[in-house]
Each structure stands twice: as structure tokens, then as C-alpha cells.
């Protein structure tokens, strides 16, 4: 199954993803993952997106566009993959229907600004890789701990608060136009998701099979 999972910032895409990934044993792709991993290691791509990931601003489509083209060649895609955070304008959805990348399912996971601005606020994340956590409703289970991996938590820049209203403003002018994209192709289902993760959990399980 190729599979797109839509969503505010904090909406919950990483935390579905994962478990989508292990559940149907496909791998997840974060394009959000894929760019802070290049800023740790140093790469031209890395610095040059340092700037707009640091202020919540969207990295250029070309720079994200060129991220996927690659990433979808690793044999690991064979079967299916998730895509959490790709596309987030329509030139980038454009540009995934040029490449020939069909696309099954789109799942939309909708929570009202206030609760991402709580979530966002709380959260922790893997800095090895990348698992997110949040400090009332999804601890680890050894404090400051990875569950996956030993890696440290940590709070990401982008989390404080006048960075996450920046993020949600670009959300919604940028991204949620897509919604009506892949409404118009048949491929949308809208999860609700302000309840607790397994619920959010059943309810995205119920829209892939459906
Ligand atoms: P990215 O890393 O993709 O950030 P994002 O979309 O803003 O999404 P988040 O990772 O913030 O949230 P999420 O929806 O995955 O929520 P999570 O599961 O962590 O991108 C970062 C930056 O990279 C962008 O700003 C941009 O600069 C650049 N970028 C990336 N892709 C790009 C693209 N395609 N084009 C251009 N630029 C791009 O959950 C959030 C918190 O809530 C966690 O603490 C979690 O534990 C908690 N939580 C989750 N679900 C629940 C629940 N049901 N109940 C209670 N708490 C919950």
C-alpha cells in the first residue's frame, strides 16, 4: 500500500506512521526526519535548510521534491511506504503524480490548533531517531530515554510556541489545499484525531481498510 498521511504540525503523523509501518511492514518517510538527520550530519542540503526548518518555514519544493525521487528508489519501497510530511504544497503533489508514484490511500488526520499548540509544547523526540514522545501523554519508558533506540530526548527548536503558530499559518494556507487535491481524486479519508493515540490508531486502521 503507498499510503500519504495529511496533517497540521503535531496532528500525530509520526506517531501513526510508526505504527502503520510496523503493523504492515512498510518503511515511513519523513521528510521532516530525512532534513533534521541531514542538519546533524553536516551536508550542503542540511545547511541550506537549517534557516527554514529553524523559523517553521516550508524548505523549497525542489530541495523536497529531489529528497522523495530518491528515497522512493530504495528497494525497501517495493511494497509500499508511508509518506509523513510529503507533499505539503500542490507543486509537490504535482510533482509525485509526474514521477509516475501511484498513490492508494490519503489520510487526513484533523485536530483543531489549540491541541497541536499543547501537543507541540510537550513534545519530545528521539534526536538518534526521531520517535516522538510528549511529557504528559506518551512518555518513554525510562525518563530522557528512547524505547527504540537509547537516544536522548530532546525538544525540538521548532516546538516553541511562536514557531509552531508560524507552522500552523503555513499549514493552512499551503497544505491544506491539498486536502481538496486528493479529494478530487478519490483517494481522501478524514480521521478525526483529538482522542487518545490508539483511538486515532483504530480509526486510521478502519480508513485504510474501508
Ligand atoms: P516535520 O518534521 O514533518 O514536522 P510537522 O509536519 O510540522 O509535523 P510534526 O513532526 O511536528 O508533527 P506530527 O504530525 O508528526 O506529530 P507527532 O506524531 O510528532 O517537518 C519539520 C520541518 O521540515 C517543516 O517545518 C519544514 O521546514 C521541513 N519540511 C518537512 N517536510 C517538508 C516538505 N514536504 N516541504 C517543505 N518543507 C518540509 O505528534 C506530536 C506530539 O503530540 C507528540 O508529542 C506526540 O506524542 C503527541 N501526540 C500524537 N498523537 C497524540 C494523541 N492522539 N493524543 C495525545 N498526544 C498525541
Do not use: W
Request: aromatic fraction near 4%.
Amino acid at each position: 500500500m503507498n499510503l500519504i498521511l495529511l496533517g497540521a504540525p503535531g496532528a500525530g503523523k509520526g506517531t501513526q506512521a510508526a505504527v502503520i509501518s510496523e503493523r504492515l511492514n512498510i518503511p515511513q518517510i519523513s521528510t521532516g526526519n530525512i532534513i533534521r538527520e541531514a542538519l546533524r550530519s553536516g551536508t550542503e542540503m542540511g545547511l541550506k535548510a537549517k534557516s527554514y526548518i529553524d523559523s517553521g518555514k516550508l524548505v523549497p519544493d525542489d530541495v523536497v521534491i529531489g529528497i522523495i525521487k530518491d528515497r522512493l528508489q530504495n528497494d525497501d519501497c517495493q511494497n509500499g511506504f508511508i509518506l509523513d510530511g510529503f507533499p505539503r504544497t500542490i507543486p509537490q503533489a504535482e510533482a509525485l503524480d509526474e514521477m509516475g508514484v501511484r498513490i492508494d490511500k490519503v489520510i487526513d488526520i484533523e485536530v483543531s490548533d489549540d491541541v497541536i499548540v499543547t501537543r507541540l509544547s510537550g513534545r519530545r523526540v528521539c534526536e538518534k531517531c526521531g520517535r516522538p514522545y510528549h511529557i504528559v501523554d506518551l512518555k518513554p519508558r525510562v525518563d530522557g530515554i528512547c524505547d527504540d533506540c537509547t537516544g536522548a530526548l530532546i525538544q525540538r527548536k521548532d516546538d516553541q510556541i511562536d514557531t509552531v503558530k508560524a507552522r500552523l499559518e503555513i499549514y493552512h494556507s499551503e497544505t491544506e489545499p491539498l486536502k481538496g487535491y486528493y479529494e478530487a481524486q478519490g483517494k481522501l479519508s478524514v480521521v478525526f484525531g483529538q482522542g487518545k493515540v490508539d483511538e486515532t490508531t483504530a480509526l486510521t486502521m478502519v480508513a485504510l481498510e474501508a
